[in-house]
C-alpha cells in the first residue's frame, strides 16, 4: 500500500459525510406501521424525487461521490438501498476504502476507470477494466479503490444494499492512530509517519487526484488538476 501514498494530493476540507436533512422524517417511517401511513408522512411529489445534478458538490473537482440515502433522502429509509453517482475529473480517483454495512456494485456509464479489491488475507487482489456499461462487484467489508485512466471525465453508478452502509478511508483511518504504532505496522520502517501523515488529503468530495503517471500524460498539473 505504501506506493499509493504518492497519489494523494490536498483537498478541499468539506468532508464526504452524508448529514441527515430530514431526522424527524426518518424517525416517523421508521414508526410507520403501513405503506398507507408512509404515504402520508411523505405526502409530497417532491418527497419521491432525488436529483442528483442539484447537489452542492455534484459537479466538484478533481470528482465528488453524491449519495443518495436515508439521510440524503427519506423516502429510503426501511428500503435498504444507497445509490450514488461517482464522478471523476481527469486521472481522479477513490481513494482505498469499504463500506462496513453493505455490499457494492459499480457499473460505468462513460469514461474507462480501474477497479481494484482485496476482500482478506491471502486472497488476490482483483483488477477490472471498468468501461461503458460493464460492472463490477465489491463484497461488504472489502477494501477497494477506483482510478480514471482517461484525460476526460468519467461517471459511474454505485448501488449498495443499505440505506446507511458507511465508507472508511483506510489510510486517513490508520493516521488516526499514534506515529509510532503506525511506524509499527509499517515493521518499524525508518518512516517519518507524522509529515507521511498530513499529506493523506481528508476524504473531501469522496475524489482526489490520481497517479503522476496519468496526470502527467494527459498534461494536468499535480496540484491541481488544470492544463499545464
Not at 101 to 124: F, H, L, P, Q, Y
Not at 174 to 184: H, M, Y
Request: aromatic fraction near 6%.
Amino acid at each position: 500500500m505504501l506506493p499509493l501514498l504518492t497519489f494523494l494530493l490536498s483537498l478541499p476540507a468539506t468532508l464526504a459525510i452524508d448529514t441527515t436533512s430530514r431526522p424527524s422524517v426518518n424517525a416517523e417511517l421508521k414508526l410507520a406501521a403501513t405503506n398507507l401511513d408512509r404515504h402520508h408522512i411523505l405526502a409530497k411529489d417532491s418527497d419521491w424525487t432525488f436529483d442528483f445534478q442539484s447537489r452542492p458538490n455534484y459537479h466538484a473537482a478533481p470528482g465528488s461521490v453524491i449519495n443518495a440515502n436515508a439521510a440524503t433522502f427519506p423516502a429510503l429509509t426501511g428500503v435498504g438501498l444507497t445509490l450514488a453517482t461517482l464522478n471523476l475529473g481527469p486521472c481522479a480517483m477513490l481513494p482505498p476504502h469499504l463500506h462496513p454495512r453493505a455490499t457494492n456494485v459499480v457499473v460505468a456509464v462513460k469514461g474507462n476507470t480501474t477497479s481494484w479489491m482485496v476482500g482478506e488475507n491471502g486472497v488476490r487482489t482483483v483488477s477490472v477494466q471498468l468501461t461503458e456499461g460493464v460492472m463490477t462487484i465489491f463484497p461488504a467489508g472489502t477494501l477497494h479503490f477506483m482510478q480514471n485512466n482517461d484525460c476526460q471525465p468519467a461517471q459511474l453508478i454505485s448501488a449498495l444494499n443499505s440505506e446507511d452502509a458507511g465508507t472508511l478511508n483506510i489510510l486517513n483511518a490508520l493516521w488516526t492512530f499514534s506515529p509510532e504504532t503506525v511506524k509499527a505496522a509499517f515493521g518499524n520502517a525508518e518512516l517519518d509517519t507524522e509529515t507521511l501523515g498530513q499529506r493523506i488529503p481528508q476524504p473531501g468530495t469522496g475524489a482526489n487526484l490520481g497517479s503522476f503517471e496519468c496526470l502527467k500524460r494527459c498534461g494536468l498539473d499535480a496540484r491541481e488538476g488544470i492544463k499545464e
